[in-house]
């Protein structure tokens, strides 16, 4: 299922870490906006990440997940990345 994922994480060096382990498996569209497609098992992973490095108390993350329909509503206006083709893998 394809995702949408934006979070506010207030401490730099958390903020830091916790971009450069989501970029693993999701696709960074803007500087706090990531997307990409994941199964259940990278699903389970990204949750890991924000249980483990962020602090919720201070800290927001959103994840959207986005159904098959949706996705052809999304547009994009302006330089950014590409989300990979939906079918494609993340992980390697």
Same mark, same amino acid.
């Given at each position: 299922? /394809?995702?949408?994922?934006?979070?506010?994480?207030?401490?730099?060096? /958390?903020r830091g870490r916790f971009f450069r382990r989501l970029k693993r498996l999701l696709i960074p569209t803007q500087k706090s906006v990531f997307e990409g497609t994941l199964d259940a098992r990278q699903l389970a992973a990204v949750e890991r990440l924000i249980h483990g490095e962020l602090e919720l108390s201070e800290d927001a993350v959103r994840v959207y997940a986005l159904c098959r329909s949706c996705q052809g509503l999304v547009r994009s206006y302006g330089v950014m990345p590409e989300p990979r083709d939906p079918d494609a893998p993340i992980l390697t």
């Open positions: 299922m /394809r995702f949408v994922l934006a979070y506010d994480v207030v401490g730099d060096r /958390r």
